[in-house]
């Protein structure tokens, strides 16, 4: 039965994959997304997280999980040994994230990657008119205990790929529930909460 707490990006997520392949999550949390992935497209899937009640939560669903700090890179992987990676609204949190991007493009053949658009309109507002750091439903967190190191942008994002020379396949946005609306299709870096982005290294593109 798929879980209840499912979010819209992980039914996005879950149309870019592909049926029987191999998926890795990376902070896969309670590991709700590579469940639903095992039973509606029947993927061996593999996650790894850090927080321990996570890991258990995940090991609940019957997902394959390793308990490990993406910090340390992914050095138990071979090269495209996966086929499509997934690293959900994690990036912005860690310290070496180009480090984590050229491990995620090297050990798969793609990767399908979700973060916060710290460029959306309401961030942009809150502090230009308050001169604050925005507290948000999406963005919870006061500056001082944040998990979010690093705030960019969709645009930000889309040039790492150029400087990476990362090829993006494709892109979609969120807003509130609504996936893909007219505002963020005619200028996602304002009116996009979140991006997904399903990216591949450039030699792998045909």
């Known amino acids: 039965m798929t879980d209840a707490k499912l979010r819209q990006e992980h039914k996005l997520i879950a149309e870019w994959v592909d049926s029987n392949s191999v998926v890795l999550d990376l902070g896969c949390d309670e590991g709700i997304l590579l469940a639903h992935l095992a039973e509606t497209k029947q993927v061996t899937g593999y996650g790894i997280e850090i927080d321990i009640n996570n890991v258990v939560a995940a090991m609940g669903r019957g997902v394959s999980v390793i308990q490990a700090d993406l910090e340390a890179g992914l050095a138990g992987f071979d090269d495209k040994s996966v086929d499509t990676v997934i690293i959900g609204q994690t990036l912005q949190s860690l310290r070496n994230t180009e480090k984590l991007v050229d491990e ?11 973060f916060p658009n710290f460029g959306y309109w309401r961030v942009r507002s809150y502090l230009y008119f308050r001169g604050r750091m925005p507290v948000s439903k999406r963005l919870p967190y006061e500056w001082y205990n944040t998990p979010n190191l690093h705030l960019f942008t969709i645009k930000d994002f889309e040039q790492l790929c150029r400087d990476k020379d990362i090829t993006i396949c494709d892109q979609r946005y969120q ?6 609306s007219m505002l963020t299709r005619m200028s ?9 982005f399903c990216i591949q290294p450039k030699a792998s593109s045909s």
Do not use: D
């Open 175 to 180: 807003t509130g529930q609504h996936m893909n």
């Open 104 to 114: 995620i493009m090297r050990v798969g053949k793609r990767a399908i990657v979700s």
């Open 188 to 196: 996602p870096n304002v009116f996009a909460e979140l991006a997904v």
